[in-house]
């Protein structure tokens, strides 16, 4: 079956813009998690899904990043008035939302800011 | 706040020897998880190896193996036979028992294996 999907795979846009980022999960994983990864960095966790609502959005470093999942399945990472220091690769997992489960990870978008 | 330290920035090991990879975390709590990941340059996160912090036994998944130390919260990650595929960042992660957080992961920040031929 099909992995996680996340589009697009890069993206360069100038500082102050706004940017979307989308991730579809694997059909039928209720859980959902989007992560920061800066160059040479172990990823940080900004946020996660379980179904519709955001059960943990802890670490979200400021009110630029906002992320929504509206039918518990596609999510988007909104950044607003983006800064270079948001340079990163976003990644994104998906895993079933009972017990412990493996987390099934995207390819990530590489977002620049210029 | 759990926290993950990969002291090593920097690996190499020739192929078909043996590297082990360090990982040390610190928590408070009793019962987690933890994990190695593998992520080549198509940046996929890639789970190598699970293990449980109630059992005693330590993980195996074909060449590679760990020695968790709980007491000293130490996570080591073995690599036998190394081969040239096995070329990539490796990331120790923990992940908390307690169902609130879901299957949250908190990540290390890496160490690079290269595999000389």
């Known amino acids: 079956g099909a992995g996680v999907s996340q589009t697009p795979s890069n993206k360069v846009t100038e500082k102050g813009k706004y940017v979307e980022l989308r991730c579809d999960p694997i059909s039928g994983h209720t859980a959902l998690y989007w992560y920061r990864q800066s160059l040479g960095q172990g990823p940080e966790f900004l946020i996660y899904f379980q179904g519709t609502g955001a059960a943990d959005d802890s670490g979200l470093p400021n009110d630029r990043f906002f992320a929504v999942r509206p039918e518990g399945s596609v999510s988007t990472l909104k950044i607003q008035r983006t800064e270079r220091g948001d340079s990163a690769v976003y990644l994104c997992?998906?895993?079933w939302g009972q017990g412990v489960s493996p987390l099934h990870f995207g390819n990530g978008t590489r977002l620049t800011v210029t | 706040a759990q926290t993950v330290t990969q002291s090593q920035p920097e690996m190499s090991v020739q192929e078909a020897e043996t590297v082990t990879l360090s990982c040390t975390y610190d928590?408070?709590?009793?019962?987690?998880?933890l994990f190695w990941y593998k992520q080549p340059p198509s940046r996929q996160m890639i789970l190598v190896i699970r293990q449980e912090a109630y059992k005693q036994q330590n993980a195996t998944e074909n060449r590679f193996s760990v020695n968790f130390q709980k007491a000293a919260k130490s996570f080591s990650l073995k690599i036998s036979d190394s081969q040239l595929g096995d070329a990539a960042m490796y990331f120790c992660a923990y992940r908390s028992a307690s169902g609130k957080y879901g299957n949250k992961l908190v990540f290390g920040a890496g160490t690079i294996l290269r595999v000389k031929s």
């Open positions: 928590t408070s709590e009793s019962d987690y998880y």
């Open positions: 997992a998906s895993s």
